[in-house]
Nanobody, 124 residues
Framework: QVQLVESGGGLVQAGGSLRLSCAASSRTFREYAMGWFRQAPGKAREFVAAITWIAYSTYYTDSVKGRFTISRDNAKNTVSLQMNSLKPEDTAVYYC?????????????????WGQGTQVTVSS
């Protein structure tokens, strides 16, 4: 069982930055690939970024490439999402998720554990 707690959301103007963090309870955190997803009102949950547990490979959805950076610290059991050059269309609830899977990391159904989410609002 893995418990995930996100933090760092808030209100920011377009062009600004936020850093989201996700703290995991599992002592085997290093064995999980971690993902960030987001869900805007009335829309389906969508993939944002993922990082593998081996080789620390990273993956991003096209709309955030060059603006967002995912990273992890296995010693602290945390995964972070640095978000720069934020746009109003980035407004959503952001969720952290964990999986022991190694493929299809951009797929919601691949993940076994989810945090409660943190709100990010970008004003124009």
């Amino acid at each position: 069982q893995v418990q995930l707690v996100e933090s760092g959301g808030g209100l920011v103007q377009a062009g600004g930055s936020l850093r989201l963090s996700c703290a995991a309870s599992s002592r085997t955190f290093r064995e999980y690939a971690m993902g960030w997803f987001r869900q805007a009102p009335g829309k389906a949950r969508e993939f944002v970024a993922a990082i593998t547990w081996i080789a620390y490979s990273t993956y991003y959805t096209d709309s955030v490439k060059g603006r967002f950076t995912i990273s992890r610290d296995n010693a602290k059991n945390t995964v972070s999402l640095q978000m720069n050059s934020l746009k109003p269309e980035d407004t959503a609830v952001y969720y952290c998720a964990a999986t022991k899977g190694t493929v299809n990391l951009d797929t919601v159904s691949q993940y076994d554990y989810w945090g409660q989410g943190t709100q990010v609002t970008v004003s124009s």
